[in-house]
């Protein structure tokens, strides 16, 4: 009878209380008897816990139940319910413990989702507020004070180019070799480029071939301005060559109206004018003026106007930085040969010998690092900061910055100006002034208009 019984069963964990299920046990008996239990039509019933087990048999409804000793081992067997079980709630009780008594229902809080919360408003129409949910990242110093590090960034914009300036020329007052010199310019900005690679500050953004076929054009005007910049430096007056290089609007606008094709408004031409007076009176009158310093820092404008053309071409997605790091090394090769070749030879006669008798081994060297350290640290935070800014601030910024050169290098170098030459110089920053104002403006509305 077991055996048929165990064929025709199925195996279950545990057994769900029935409500007609009463117990009916004295502490000292160690069976158990039943007032009722369910019974199939057709199969019984046994549940076996620990030694005993329980066994149910009739064939309608309800029958007597009874004890019977079992073995430990054998397995517990249950037989298919029917479907009234089902339809009774049986399946629906509460569980049993392992002592047999009802286990309490477990409840779990549920914290409701963020995401489920806006995905649900979202699909309702409506809005969530999801910041109740998410930890705000503290704010940095630049996040809090935007305007004072803006403020920084011009300031030490100002200071390093100054800087520059004034040592550029100190150098070049014992040591006139100013092709060699740009060669070193760069040469330390590259070593600092590389150095901050390796570092990963910043990191090293990829280049392809592609990139750097758009990039040399950009790099070879860029050294051909610096070298041509070093060669006025060396000699002319600091001032007298920032005072033609303010002719350099001049020659965007007139490289974007017959090269690009662009249509420069009639008001841009004629803000031009002053800066036009400004420098042919400061040049006519410039006690240091020769035809090698001013031709050199009109070729620098001409190379600067062709590398801001170029530029536009070559506009890439990397950031700042990179770029200006790589510009820098494709523009080191440039400048190496006419170096070599112009003034090799001079140098390994004399240049450098006389060089280190002025002022020292020391001194020589260290002069070298830092000018070519505050070269590309100035042109950096130039790049920076012009990021950060609109570009009528962009355009006020450059303005100033050649005041605050042309006026600085004239108190440290002692330089003697004319009465005409301080008006002209006025006149040509004025000149710039008016200019920058106007194609800031027209850069804005033309902006406004596409986002319109």
Known sequence: MASATAMASIRVPCVQQ???????????????????????????????????????????????????????FESPAVPAPPPAAFESGFF???????NGSFLPPRRRKVEPSTVCAAAAADAEGDGVDISKGIEKAPQSFADKYPALVTGFFFFMWYLLN??????????????????????????VGVVYCLV????????????????????????????LGHVTTNVSFATVAVSFTHTIKALEPFFNAAASQFV???????????????????????????LSFNWTGFISAMISNISFTYR??????????????????????????????????????????????????????????????????????????????????????????????????IGFSIIVF???????????????????????????KLEEEKRATKAA
């Not at 629906?92 to 392992?98: E, F, Q, T, Y």
């Not at 841009?268 to 410039?286: Q, R, Y």
């Not at 830092?370 to 009528?392: C, D, I, K, S």
Request: glycine share 8%.
């Open 308 to 405: 801001s053309i170029y530029s536009k071409k070559a506009m890439t997605g990397m950031d700042s930085t990179n770029l200006y790091a790589y510009i820098s090394i494709i523009a080191l090769f440039f400048c190496i040969p006419p170096a070599v070749i112009i003034e090799g030879p001079k140098l390994l006669q004399h240049g450098f010998a006389d060089g280190i008798a002025k002022v020292g081994m020391v001194k020589f060297v260290s002069d070298l690092f830092w000018v070519g350290m505050f070269y590309h640290l100035y042109n950096q935070l130039a790049t920076n900061t012009l990021e950060r800014v609109a570009p009528l601030t962009h355009a006020v910024g450059n303005v100033l910055k050649r005041v605050f050169v």
């Open 196 to 223: 901050s690679w390796g570092l990963g500050l910043p990191k090293r953004a990829p280049i392809d071939k592609d990139l750097l076929m758009l990039l040399t054009p950009v790099a070879f005007c860029h050294a």
């Open 18 to 72: 029935h409500p007609a299920v009463l117990s009916s046990n004295s502490r000292g008996d160690s069976s158990a008897r039943f007032s009722a239990a369910f019974a199939s039509p057709a199969r019984g019933l046994r549940f076996s816990r620990s030694s005993s087990s329980l066994k149910l048999g009739g064939n309608n409804g309800f029958a007597g139940l009874g004890l019977v000793r079992r073995s430990r």
């Open 162 to 187: 100054v800087i520059f300036n004034i040592l550029n020329k100190k150098i070049y007052n014992y040591f006139p070799y100013p092709y060699f010199v740009s060669v070193i310019h760069l040469l």
């Open 260 to 286: 690009l094709g662009q249509q420069i408004p009639f008001t841009l031409w004629l803000s031009l004018a002053p800066v036009v007076l400004g420098v042919s009176m400061a040049s006519l009158t410039e």
């Open 92 to 98: 629906d009780a509460k569980p049993i413990g392992l």
């Open 414 to 440: 002692g330089n003697k100006i004319s009465t005409q030459t301080a008006i002209g110089t006025s006149i040509a920053i004025a000149g710039v002034a008016i200019y920058s104002f106007i194609k800031a």
